[in-house]
């Protein structure tokens, strides 16, 4: 996950980065979306106005929404490190 902080006080904009080494476009869609819902457990942590980037590889298809969801939010709590 990458972050870039915002000059806006508008909401956090969230891109996803799923490539096609993941698998075909069902599975890079199923990747997004639970991508999305993971991010959306943590949404609270996102600094306002800022831009992030998450990538997925292989393992978000597969793994535990659960294990995933954690995996999310070390990353976001990774990023606020960094500022």
Known sequence: ???VAGVGAGP???AYAVGRAVGGAVARNRARRRLR???GVHA???Q???AYLVAAGRE???MPFCELARHVGEAV???ELRR
Do not use: I
Request: glycine letters at 4%; aromatic letters at 0%.
């Open 48 to 50: 306002r106005g800022a």
């Open 37 to 39: 819902a993971a991010v």
């Open 12 to 14: 956090p904009r969230v």
């Open 77 to 79: 709590r990774a990023q």
């Open 60 to 62: 978000a298809v597969t």
């Open 1 to 3: 996950m990458r972050a």
């Open 44 to 46: 609270d942590a996102l």
